[in-house]
């Protein structure tokens, strides 16, 4: 089975520190992805890479950045985390393919408060 | 741009009951359509997909058929169990180009079913 798994499950920062969410899969997968999901808006793309060292923004990436130095691991960086990044961060991976039907494998999720 | 909208929520049926989960999405070219479902506690895991027009999803009961006419792709099950309660998402991916399956979800439906 494929796992993804991220650093902590609950989070609690404080306004203008600097946050790491990481990510890890087991699966080889080349493609991985950094969602946020909040009520009533379903999931939003960040940031994603498509190989080591490659990354495109999403639809928000505002406020982010993103590091992939090994295949396996796909960090997420808040900058200067704000009261308006409290969210549910979640991280997927999927196999190789520029095309569009390959499944994405999804994490369990870091809940993230910004005090 | 790419969106998906589903029907409002939260749903909320009683044991056995008829499910309809009605997601209608906006996207050029063609799109791969997917239905994800996050349990309590947990990230998301794929339900169902189809990648071309008239295919359809199926598994654990549950059924959506890619209507390219209608661009819908709506979640039904014939009697639902209480172990079914959980978040339902539509997504889309691969309209408009290389997409490296990157996603685009609607705002998310929350189903609860009574015993």
């Known amino acids: 089975d494929v796992k993804v798994t991220q650093s902590s499950r609950y989070l609690v920062k404080r306004t203008g520190e600097k946050v790491f969410l990481e990510c890890v899969q087991d699966m080889d997968h080349e493609n991985m992805f950094w969602y946020r999901q909040d009520p009533g808006l379903g999931l939003r793309l960040i940031y994603f890479s498509y190989d080591v060292k490659m990354k495109e923004k999403g639809d928000i990436p505002e406020g982010y950045s993103v590091s992939r130095e090994k295949k396996e691991r796909f960090s997420l960086i808040l900058e200067s985390a704000s009261t308006n990044q409290t969210s549910m961060y979640l991280c997927?991976?999927?196999?190789?393919?520029?095309?569009?039907?390959?499944?994405?494998?999804f994490g369990p999720g870091t809940r993230l408060l910004v005090l | 741009g790419n969106s998906v909208t589903q029907m409002e929520g939260p749903v909320t049926l009683s044991e056995e009951a008829f499910l309809t989960i009605n997601c209608t999405y906006t996207a050029t070219g063609y799109p791969s359509l997917f239905w994800y479902v996050q349990y309590p506690g947990e990230g998301l895991q794929l339900l169902l997909k189809?990648?071309?027009?008239?295919d359809k999803g199926s598994n654990k009961g549950f059924e959506a058929t890619y209507r390219k006419e209608t661009t819908s792709f709506h979640l039904e099950k014939g009697s639902v169990q209480v172990s079914d309660s959980a978040v339902y998402f539509c997504a889309l991916s691969g309209a408009g180009g290389t997409s490296y399956g990157k996603l685009t979800f609607g705002q998310g439906t929350i189903l609860t079913v009574h015993p």
């Open positions: 189809a990648t071309k027009a008239d």
């Open positions: 997927a991976s999927s196999p190789y393919g520029t095309d569009s039907q390959e499944t994405q494998y």
